[in-house]
């Protein structure tokens, strides 16, 4: 149990469409990062919210884009899903520039893009 | 990019056998991190490491920061059932800061009884 919770579990999309996944971080954690984890593969790195700004990016198209609240809380934001969109999406939180022992990753949303 | 490159990518093994796994890069890291993914679950920290040539234990695990700081490995000793997982080598950023961890693509850990 790490304290982060991403929702949902589990969708299914239509190619084209767009799909929002939400993450609320553990307690007293200011920071959020997004990695996308296709099958087979590791977590790849989308991008980072400190402050309520994206303040690190992966090799990510503009159609991922993301929001974080001011309680930290965090959507990640996908326009026009294409299949290759199809993965598991993993939210992880930590204080800003920590060690990476404080890194704490959740569950992950599955998302089916069809 | 950045990469790391993990091996095996797959181990089949027999209950109570020790398990070695590495991660090598062509880049030099300041820290090197081991994590285990359960399936339907997200990576769960194993170890962190810090410094070049340490060596750190976690009960059965232990991993080292190869003295290159281009390389780390991950013992497991007599594996039990619940060792059954993916297990990634990961780094964080040289210059620190606002980008993230880069993972390998994982050892695929499969224990026969």
């Known amino acids: 149990e790490t304290g982060v919770t991403q929702s949902p579990t589990h969708l299914i999309k239509t190619r084209g469409q767009q799909v929002t996944l939400r993450c609320s971080s553990q307690?007293?954690?200011?920071?959020v990062s997004w990695y996308q984890q296709a099958l087979g593969q590791g977590p790849q790195f989308i991008f980072q919210?400190?402050?309520?700004?994206?303040?690190g990016r992966g090799n990510f198209p503009p159609r991922f884009s993301g929001l974080q609240f001011p309680n930290y809380s965090s959507e990640l934001n996908v326009n026009a899903l294409e299949l290759d969109d199809s993965a598991l999406y993993l939210c992880?939180?930590?204080?800003?520039?920590?060690?990476?022992?404080?890194?704490?990753f959740g569950e992950g949303s599955w998302l089916t893009v069809v | 990019g950045q990469q790391l490159n993990q091996s095996p990518q797959s181990m089949f093994i027999q209950e109570g056998e020790d398990v070695s796994m590495n991660c090598t890069s062509s880049?030099?890291?300041?820290?090197w991190l081991w994590y285990k993914q359960d399936p339907g679950e997200g990576p769960v920290l194993l170890i962190a490491?810090?410094?070049?040539?340490e060596l750190t234990s976690n009960g059965r695990l232990t991993a080292q920061f190869g003295i290159t700081r281009k390389d780390s490995f991950l013992n497991i000793s007599a594996s039990i059932p619940s060792d059954v997982g993916i297990y990634f080598c990961?780094?964080?950023?040289?210059?620190?800061?606002?980008?993230?961890?880069?993972f390998g693509k994982g050892t695929h850990l499969i224990i026969q009884p």
């Open positions: 992880a939180s930590s204080l800003w520039a920590a060690r990476g022992n404080t890194i704490y």
């Open positions: 307690s007293g954690h200011n920071t």
């Open positions: 919210y400190y402050r309520e700004e994206e303040n």
């Open positions: 880049s030099i890291f300041n820290t």
């Open positions: 490491l810090y410094k070049a040539g």
């Open positions: 990961a780094v964080t950023p040289s210059g620190g800061g606002a980008d993230g961890l880069t």
